[in-house]
């Protein structure tokens, strides 16, 4: 069957996939304007209340994305709260944690189980994860594994064969990104607390947030010498950390597939990027992790750095984490387009 969806024409950009989420059946078309737009706002702070329906599901969903809008434009409040080199460290290291997470634990752990923890852990790590404002652990691995199943086909939500804008970030803003197939992640949907995660994903986030605010205000008082504030601990540990971390994080999806090298012919167009893996702590070995999904580490050469296989490593050796899944000496010499 999967070899059937396979071999179809890449024509249509926005294919039903009922085995990807299937957009419930329902008619809003008499619904009037302020219910529509009840029900997006609904949809901010609780993502199971009922969706707003329009006829196309890969339509971008204005009202619903207001959030994710303003959270691009308070970026430019750094014009008037000013720039201390505390703010700046607390956004790098606000990215670098959060990064860690989206890496190591979204993507490696809960998407591709390349590694084994405990419940406390992998708690920690989901909301840690749940910070980076990219909505919950589980939503975030059940689409990931659908790229995997299907990278680069017309079922692939964010392949950039769509064009560069779907695959960055248009795909998430529609409906049918939004949706959660609970069926591709089973196994960690049975686990409570993370479901509690994915329903209210703005929880944490908005705790992060309002907890900078505090620092900021207390360490005006405290720690003049810093010279911070709320307002500007807000704008750059949160606002522009967060957005940043965003852009790089989705590179993987958009240009991962696109700029780079291809050590493996695999079915799908990812390639391998020394920038991207950088900056996103070894996800931009991109061919690498789509040759051989389930290994730990991505960057299969020594000189091919990847900080979250590093980390991991290191919180093995403390038994935070164990079985970390190498890669199959079978599976790490070159195989070329033309081989
Ligand atoms: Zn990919
Ligand atoms: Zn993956």
């Known amino acids: 069957m999967a070899t059937a969806r396979a071999t179809r024409r890449f024509t249509d950009p926005s294919p039903l996939d009922a085995d990807h989420t299937a957009m419930p059946d329902r008619s809003s078309d008499a619904l009037p304007a302020w219910r529509r737009a009840l029900r997006a706002a609904a949809l901010w702070f609780d993502t199971s209340a009922a969706p707003v329906d329009g006829e196309d599901p890969d339509r971008i969903d204005w009202l619903r994305v207001v959030p994710f809008i303003a959270l691009h434009l308070a970026c430019l409040a750094v014009f008037w709260v000013g720039f201390s080199w505390f703010a700046l460290g607390v956004a790098a290291a606000l990215y670098a944690v959060r990064m860690f997470a989206i890496t190591g634990f979204y993507h490696r752990y809960f998407s591709h189980k390349a590694f084994r923890t405990s419940r406390p852990v992998q708690f920690v790590f989901a909301v840690l994860g749940a910070a980076s404002v990219q909505r919950g652990p589980l939503w975030w691995a059940a689409h990931h594994r659908h790229h995997h199943r299907f990278a680069d086909t017309e079922h692939d939500i964010h392949s950039p064969r769509h064009g560069f804008f779907r695959s960055h ?20 949907a049975r686990f409570p607390e993370l479901r509690l995660l994915d329903r209210f994903d703005i929880l944490v986030p908005v705790l992060l947030a309002g907890g900078l605010y505090a620092l900021g205000a207390w360490l005006e008082g405290a720690y003049p010498q810093l010279g911070t504030t709320g307002p500007q601990l807000l704008v750059w540990g949160f606002f522009v950390s967060t957005i940043v971390l965003f852009h790089v994080t989705v590179t993987i999806n958009s240009l991962a597939h696109r700029w780079g090298t291809r050590r493996f012919a695999t079915r799908d167009d990812s390639r391998n990027n020394a920038l991207l893996a950088l900056l996103t702590f070894g996800e931009g070995w991109h061919n690498n992790h789509h040759h051989f999904p389930g290994s730990a580490r991505q960057g299969f050469a020594w000189w091919e750095l990847d900080i979250t296989y590093l980390v991991l490593r290191t919180m093995a050796l403390f038994g935070l984490v164990s079985d970390l899944k190498p890669v199959p000496a079978n599976m790490r010499g070159a195989r070329p387009e033309s081989a």
């Open 169 to 188: 970030m248009g795909w998430f803003l529609t409906r049918r990104g939004f949706a959660t197939n609970l069926d591709a992640i089973k196994d960690f």
